[in-house]
């Protein structure tokens, strides 16, 4: 691992319950190449921005949570997480090196990115437990999966780790609100009305 290796991060929320199976920590990377009408997280979409966070300090954060609030794994969403591959792989690898699951929110397909030259993109593969591929879609919104934005994304169990059957996945889907000092931080999948448009949800940093 480099030591120069730096991941841009749009968030974090070192222990949540909204963002894949059991109790994890999730990060929001800064920068999506796609433009999905409707995204939730518009502002993570610019390149620029985010927090430069090196690996190590990550890493470290991420076996902090683990011993204080017992996650069993982590989320990496955006932004695009395959858009950083590099570092994103370094924070997967290392997290299953502690133990730990990793999911993977993905913009792109898996067939998609299965076919990238690009070795970084196989190694966040590998280092994948659950991928979630696929674009949002607005005008299909997926109300029966949990976590789960539009009902033409696929959750792919790329190991063993989880089974397809877990009745967890069939919940619907959770919102978490919280207030950290003057700050409004939202996560998790809203409710779509009956137009598949947002109920006025937004992420706040
Ligand atoms: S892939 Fe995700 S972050 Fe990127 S535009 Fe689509 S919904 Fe937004």
């Not at 979409?45 to 609030?69: C, D, K, V, W, Y």
Request: charged fraction near 25%; proline fraction near 8%.
């Amino acid at each position: 691992m480099s030591d120069m290796t730096t991941a841009p991060v749009a968030s974090v929320s070192p222990v949540t319950e909204a963002e894949g199976p059991g109790v994890r920590y999730a990060l929001w990377f800064q920068g999506c190449p796609l433009r999905c009408p409707g995204c939730c997280n518009p502002e993570y979409l610019p390149f620029t921005g985010g927090t430069p966070r090196s690996i190590e300090s990550i890493l470290a954060e991420i076996g902090q949570s683990r011993e204080q609030n017992k996650i069993e794994g982590i989320t990496l969403l955006g932004g695009e997480p395959f858009a950083h591959a590099e570092p994103a792989s370094m924070i997967a690898a290392g997290t299953q090196a502690l133990g730990l699951s990793v999911m993977v929110f993905s913009g792109f397909t898996l067939e998609h990115l299965r076919e990238s030259p690009d070795p970084h993109v196989r190694r966040l593969l590998h280092n994948t437990d659950i991928l979630v591929d696929g674009p949002y879609v607005r005008e299909q919104p997926d109300t029966t999966r949990r976590w789960i934005g539009s009902t033409n994304q696929r959750i792919h169990f790329l190991t063993d780790r989880y089974r397809a059957d877990d009745p967890s996945w069939a919940k619907p889907n959770t919102l978490e609100i919280r207030v950290r000092g003057k700050e409004i931080l939202v996560n998790g999948f809203p409710a779509a009305d009956a137009k598949g448009l947002w109920k006025g949800w937004k992420r706040k940093k």
